[in-house]
């Protein structure tokens, strides 16, 4: 079943992909609503500039701005409730922004309403005809934009099987599982050729072994497609999978914005830091060209502006080695040791720094390390 519920899930990203890759006859070709014709060349498919929303007395968008390039996969990553659904409710036309401008192409599509926006969202609840089967659910943006009904058949139809995956074209959404019908309703957007397709946790209902087969899918088709992608998710995993940027919110405000090696390597602020992927974060005081801790000196490998603040450094960055390192040397007892089948953690004191390492039979509880905190991966965070 398990197999099943991942092949029928790719068929429907395949079968969006064959209507998106293929030119509409342009004699019955129509777009609803119309594309925006971009105003100039190095203008962004999307951009959104000083965007702020208040529900009653609560602020839950803090003047967002950033913008997505043509063809570039951005994520929106954060907690729940940092405002990153409430931004995309916003992008798709769906919420009305207190203030701030969204535009699309270089044109300001802000006062308009979402059935003329060229802009599909996908949210969690799929949002699928129930009256309908698989097939008819995902040609049905076709069908409404009037192309010939052999020329939808013949496209579903090798689209399907494509896979092998004609079995499944006659089931109805409530024969589905979850993943499935979440797939589905991506397909259905993706075959109306929006100008933006936005997703709102479009694996959530996945078990974590589909959610990796289809990040990967979901990233190819991105790639092949061209199109221009923002997808919200509280996923670090997700967001490092399929991301070209990532856009880390926190209570309605943008954190950090990088690449996901930026963002990962290069934590801004403490926050960042714990939040994507685990760190090790230590006080530290500079004085006299290094940094004193309760580890002993540490030179980073570029000195913060304060006086008084925190390094981090993530577990799988620090190195054990057998005799005490020539720079940033930390000596210390391994305390609990937990074993992770391709790598261990160790938790050592003082600290207690938490070491990402492959396993080897003579790391041990007791046993006393040499560890080295290279200075290119000790970061000087904002705060």
Same mark, same amino acid.
């Given at each position: 079943? %398990?197999?099943?519920?991942?092949?029928?899930?790719?068929? *429907?990203?395949?079968?969006?992909?064959?209507?998106?890759?293929?030119?509409?006859?342009?004699?019955?070709?129509? =777009?609803?609503?119309?594309?925006?014709?971009?105003?100039?060349?190095?203008?962004?498919?999307?951009?959104?500039?000083?965007?702020?929303?208040?529900?009653?007395?609560?602020?839950?968008?803090?003047?967002?701005?950033?913008?997505?390039?043509?063809?570039?996969?951005?994520?929106?990553?954060?907690?729940?409730?940092?405002?990153?659904?409430?931004?995309?409710?916003?992008?798709? /036309?769906? %919420?009305?922004?207190?203030?701030?401008?969204?535009?699309?192409?270089?044109?300001?599509?802000?006062?308009?309403?979402?059935?003329?926006?060229?802009?599909?969202?996908?949210?969690?609840?799929? *949002?699928?005809?129930?009256?309908?089967?698989? =097939?008819?659910?995902?040609?049905?943006?076709?069908?409404?934009?009037?192309?010939?009904?052999?020329?939808? $058949?013949?496209?579903?139809?090798?689209?399907?099987?494509?896979?092998?995956?004609?079995?499944?074209?006659?089931?109805?959404?409530?024969?589905?599982? /979850?993943?499935?019908?979440?797939?589905?309703?991506?397909?259905?957007?993706?075959?109306?050729?929006?100008?933006?397709?936005?997703?709102?946790?479009?694996?959530? *209902?996945?078990?974590?072994?589909?959610?990796?087969?289809?990040?990967? %899918?979901?990233?190819?088709?991105?790639?092949?497609?061209?199109?221009?992608?923002?997808?919200?998710?509280? $996923?670090?995993? %997700?967001?490092?999978?399929?991301?070209?940027?990532?856009?880390?919110?926190?209570?309605?405000?943008?954190?950090?914005?990088?690449?996901?090696?930026?963002?990962?390597?290069?934590?801004?602020?403490?926050?960042?830091?714990?939040?994507?992927?685990?760190?090790?974060?230590?006080?530290?005081?500079?004085?006299?060209?290094?940094?004193?801790?309760?580890?002993?000196?540490?030179?980073?490998?570029?000195?913060?502006?304060?006086?008084?603040?925190?390094?981090?450094?993530?577990?799988?960055?620090?190195?054990?080695?057998?005799?005490?390192?020539?720079?940033?040397?930390?000596?210390?007892?391994?305390?609990?040791?937990?074993?992770? !089948?391709?790598?261990?953690?160790?938790?050592?004191?003082?600290?207690?720094?938490?070491?990402?390492?492959?396993?080897?039979?003579?790391?041990?509880? !007791?046993?006393?390390?040499?560890?080295?905190?290279?200075?290119?991966?000790?970061?000087?965070?904002?705060?």
């Amino acid at each position: 079943m %398990e197999k099943s519920a991942s092949q029928s899930i790719t068929a *429907a990203l395949v079968h969006a992909l064959g209507n998106l890759v293929s030119p509409r006859p342009a004699e019955t070709a129509r =777009r609803e609503p119309s594309s925006l014709v971009r105003l100039a060349p190095d203008a962004p498919d999307l951009a959104v500039a000083g965007i702020s929303k208040s529900f009653g007395p609560v602020r839950v968008l803090h003047d967002i701005t950033f913008a997505a390039a043509s063809g570039e996969f951005v994520t929106l990553l954060g907690p729940s409730g940092c405002g990153k659904t409430t931004l995309l409710r916003i992008i798709a /036309g769906l %919420e009305r922004a207190d203030q701030g401008e969204v535009t699309l192409c270089g044109r300001t599509i802000t006062a308009l309403p979402a059935n003329q926006r060229p802009i599909n969202p996908v949210f969690q609840n799929y *949002a699928l005809f129930p009256h309908l089967n698989v =097939r008819e659910n995902v040609a049905f943006g076709l069908r409404s934009r009037r192309f010939p009904c052999d020329q939808v $058949d013949l496209r579903v139809g090798q689209a399907l099987a494509m896979l092998q995956m004609e079995p499944l074209a006659s089931r109805y959404p409530h024969q589905l599982s /979850g993943g499935q019908k979440q797939r589905v309703a991506l397909a259905r957007a993706l075959v109306n050729e929006p100008e933006l397709l936005l997703l709102d946790e479009p694996m959530s *209902a996945l078990d974590a072994k589909l959610r990796a087969e289809v990040q990967l %899918e979901l990233r190819r088709l991105q790639r092949r497609l061209g199109k221009t992608f923002i997808l919200v998710t509280h $996923d670090q995993d %997700e967001a490092m999978t399929v991301s070209d940027r990532i856009i880390v919110m926190r209570d309605g405000a943008i954190e950090q914005v990088g690449t996901p090696a930026e963002v990962y390597e290069r934590p801004a602020s403490r926050f960042v830091a714990g939040f994507l992927g685990s760190a090790n974060l230590i006080g530290a005081v500079r004085h006299n060209g290094c940094m004193q801790t309760p580890l002993g000196r540490l030179v980073p490998g570029q000195m913060p502006d304060w006086t008084e603040g925190t390094l981090a450094i993530r577990p799988e960055r620090i190195l054990v080695r057998r005799q005490r390192p020539a720079a940033n040397a930390v000596g210390g007892v391994v305390r609990e040791v937990v074993y992770r !089948g391709d790598h261990v953690d160790l938790f050592v004191e003082p600290g207690p720094l938490r070491v990402r390492t492959a396993p080897t039979a003579d790391l041990h509880v !007791g046993r006393h390390v040499w560890l080295e905190l290279r200075p290119e991966h000790l970061v000087a965070l904002r705060d």
